[in-house]
């Protein structure tokens, strides 16, 4: 018998991957913009990036930005941090890039 199916069945599996995303998933994060406190977050799929354990992104109710967070290895995660911010064509400190490590390697 294969390894997947010692685990269940393709259902029981994918539902088990969601309970773990839900359970990972911080019940809030602090927007890089303003600070305040973004509680509407979702769970972004991560399959491919060896490292980072959790990509969640919310958007900010007072100054309407959109807030990523990031877990996983400090040293993949603020390679990814870095990379989006290059993407997009911001600074490492508009990202707030090593405030956001510290804060979810913390918790």
Same mark, same amino acid.
């Given at each position: 018998m294969g390894q997947a199916k010692?685990?269940?069945?393709?259902?029981?599996?994918?539902?088990?991957?969601?309970?773990l995303i839900h359970e990972l998933t911080p019940k809030?994060? =602090?927007c !890089?913009? #303003?600070g305040a406190l973004t509680f509407d977050i979702k769970a972004l799929d991560i399959k491919r990036l060896p490292g980072v354990t959790g990509v969640y992104v919310g =958007?900010? !109710?007072? #100054?309407?930005?959109?807030?990523t967070a990031?877990?996983?290895?400090?040293?993949?995660?603020?390679n990814m941090m870095?990379?989006?911010?290059?993407?997009m064509g911001l600074s490492e400190?508009?990202?707030?890039?090593?405030?956001?490590i510290?804060?979810?390697?913390?918790?």
């Open positions: 010692k685990r269940g069945s393709r259902e029981e599996r994918v539902a088990q991957a969601k309970q809030e994060i =602090k !890089n913009e #303003c =958007k900010c !109710n007072y #100054c309407n930005s959109q807030t990031m877990t996983g290895e400090p040293q993949n995660v603020f870095n990379m989006m911010a290059k993407g400190e508009s990202l707030r890039i090593q405030k956001n510290r804060q979810l390697s913390n918790k």
